[in-house]
């Protein structure tokens, strides 16, 4: 979720449920250990509970970026073994530290003792086409040890080669029977499982099955969906007076706040509510004026009122 789930889409998420643990987007430890700390870093106190996944392979770096985050408040650090891209495999981190799960443990420990707030892991299922599943289980067998006690799964192998991340997010099958089977094995650990999960019924499905579900891209694509997570998931009274135009009202507020206090323009965070209204009439003119960058120039209040007007066939060519 590299450049989607940022502070201002994590601020819209949390505005639609106030319960699931929110994650960032992957954050290398170089970025923090040479970087701009608090561009990475930053965030809302309401979109607590809330996670810092990092990726690194050297114990020592992230045991640094782990106390970062633990001082700048988080509720969790993540190490990600599962992203696949060829730029993270330049790194030496990503998925291709499930080859290695000593490594892995030796990260982990070395955060856990850098930090008092959980340490966690989110990984794949294999590497390439080996689909044995003694790999992962000994992998999760391996980290536990070191101490951690959740483990993300990716219900997919990565392979390394050959397909773009895109594609490892689609080609490579979906094997939740995995996720399943690691919890009989280790009933003692928390086990949640990711990947191609769109619907609420498929989450319960899952539930039945592992302590919870991970859901990245249909949560981005369909924000609305997570306003039924709090009843749905977690027994919460249906909240009043949450609809999509209080949502969309509290948003600009959120816009306003950003460009008086960082400067942030509201075209950088209008692109993460741009599903708001998916599947409502209406819907694509709306998504066309918080789109429209000849608009930039107008204030985030002047594009929702124009976002809500209904269009004209001249405005509908104004928009465009």
């Known amino acids: 979720m590299l450049d ?93 530290l499930m080859r290695e799960p000593q490594l892995v443990a030796d990260c982990v420990k070395a955060m856990r003792d850098a930090v008092d707030i959980p340490v966690t892991v989110k990984h794949r299922i ?79 499905e899952q539930l039945a099955q592992v302590d919870g579900v991970m859901v990245g891209r249909e949560a981005y694509h369909n924000p609305w969906w997570l306003s039924e997570w709090d009843s749905a998931f977690f027994g919460d009274a249906p909240r009043s007076g949450c609809d999509v135009q209080s949502i969309e009202a509290a948003m600009v507020r959120y816009m306003e706040q950003e460009a008086h206090e960082h400067g942030t323009h509201w075209y950088a965070i209008a692109r993460h509510m741009l599903g708001l209204r998916h599947g409502l009439p209406g819907a694509r003119h709306w998504r066309q004026v918080w789109s429209n960058h000849r608009l930039k120039n107008l204030s985030a209040r002047e594009v929702a009122q124009l976002a809500n007007t209904k269009p004209t066939k001249q405005g509908d060519k104004g928009v465009g």
Not at 8 to 32: F, I
């Open 4 to 96: 989607w789930t940022d502070k201002h889409c994590r601020y819209l998420h949390r505005l639609l449920t106030r319960r699931a643990l929110l994650y960032t987007e992957m954050v290398t430890t170089g970025a923090l250990l040479h970087g701009d700390v608090p561009r990475h870093l930053r965030f809302e106190a309401e979109e607590h509970p809330l996670a810092l996944q990092l990726g690194g392979s050297e114990p020592a770096d992230l045991a640094q970026a782990a106390r970062l985050g633990q001082d700048w408040g988080y509720d969790e650090i993540n190490l990600n073994c599962g992203c696949p891209s060829e730029r993270v495999q330049r790194g030496a981190f990503g998925a291709c």
């Open 126 to 204: 294999g590497i390439d086409k080996e689909e044995s599943y003694g790999f992962v289980r000994d992998f999760v067998g391996t980290v536990a040890a070191a101490g951690c006690h959740v483990f993300i799964v990716h219900a997919r192998n990565a392979w390394l080669k050959g397909l773009s991340p895109k594609e490892n997010r689609e080609i490579p099958p979906l094997r939740y029977e995995v996720a399943a089977q690691l919890k009989r094995d280790f009933p003692q650990l928390t086990i949640a499982v990711n990947g191609g999960i769109k619907t609420s019924a498929q989450v319960l």
